[in-house]
């Protein structure tokens, strides 16, 4: 019997290593996302509170947005595809100036009302901050675990959710399996993160509900409908959000030209709507989880609008907007159920989440973070039938892993029920 492994101890050290470099990305993440984050609230309650004067600089705002990315991102990776290949080792990376473009783009959105998100936005920023810290140290692998140790530490920060988190980074960028390499990094950064940004005293939403539910067969079928609701909400924000961008580029090919009066058409539209499905949607959030007036079209409506400023040319996020339309769908469909509306509201706030982002176990930590404990066995049931009923869409642009590469969270060998819409949608 061997006493001293090599190998085993150099695995050791290498991850002690990682957990201290996480541990330094995220506090930096942490710090710059804080920034981010405080100033889209106060952006976006100064431009809310001007509503009437401001939402008609929208147009100016596309087109600078616009005009910005083509100058100075011009053979530059942007977006969350660039995030997703860079954090597998393709393409070119994901160079830090694609922050600054995040903050610009994202703070002018807000003050003028555009209804984007901001997770987009964090998880770009930690994305190329942590992308820099893994170019710094001569680890094996270490730009593309640091990557995913950054988006991990730019959604802790802004949503306050760390293991949430770090699981959306693991299952995001390659469906089928977790990026368990990068669990150490990505623990650490993601936890620092939301450390630091409680420093500086960034908001989180979080919402009290009282989940009492006895299961049984009937509740257990009831849930399991509601969830494939959600699924199929998330599945039409998809084709939605990809059907936009095909249409809008397809009618006006010049990118500041489209941003330009499709960003005029939109202020039209919220001007008319009278803000309702302005910014985050947090207010719908906090409406539909109170138990307040929730009309039967906000979800569609909230979706709508994110899906076509993403689609002109608005820099954001998409997730914030995820939460809204779904706990507005469930403030609504509870009755259809027999299930409580705010509880329902606090399901379809995760589920919608994951059926949009083609995760699974990110929207079921998501939900028990936000919610309680108390919650996991319906946000269970709930999760994965969205998931199931997503059938394997995302908004993102993922790679379904294939190979044997990297460890599996199930054995490749059994085709268990979790790849079932990756088949149905073959």
Known sequence: MRTFDAKGFAAFGEQIAYALLGTAAGVVVGLVC???????????????????????FLPAVGL?????????????PTGMGAVFRASRGEGEGFPLRNAAFQFAGTWGAHLF????????????????????????????GAPQIMLVAGMAAGFSALFGTPVCALFFALEVTVVG????????????ASYAALFAADLLGVTHIFEHTDFVFVMDVSLFLRLFAFGALCGLAGLFFCFAR?????????????????????GLMLACLLFLSGGRYSGLGTDLIHTAVSGGRVYAWDWIAKLLFTAAFLSVGFVGGEVTTF?????????????????????????????MFGAATNTLLAPLFLGTEMFGGAALPAMAVVCFAAYLFNFGQSVYRQRVSESLGGKWLFPEQKRTILHLPRLLHR
Request: hydrophobic share 50%.
């Open 34 to 56: 804080g920034i981010f984050g405080r100033g889209i609230d106060a952006l976006s309650a100064f431009g809310m509170s001007h509503f009437n004067l401001y939402v008609w």
């Open 64 to 76: 600078l947005t616009a005009a910005m990315l083509r100058v100075f991102g011009k053979k530059m």
């Open 113 to 140: 009302c555009a209804s984007v998100g901001r997770e987009g936005a964090g998880v770009q920023i930690g994305a190329a901050i942590g992308g820099c810290f893994g170019n710094a140290f001569p680890l094996r």
């Open 177 to 188: 399996k977790l990026r368990l390499r990068a669990f150490t990094a990505s623990l650490f």
């Open 242 to 262: 990809r059907a936009m961008s095909a249409f809008f580029t397809f009618c006006c090919p010049d990118s500041c030209v489209r941003a330009a009066v499709c």
């Open 323 to 351: 939460f809204a339309a779904g706990a507005c769908l469930g403030s609504v469909a509870g009755h259809l159920f027999g299930i409580p509306p705010e509880a329902a509201a606090c399901l379809g706030y995760a589920a």
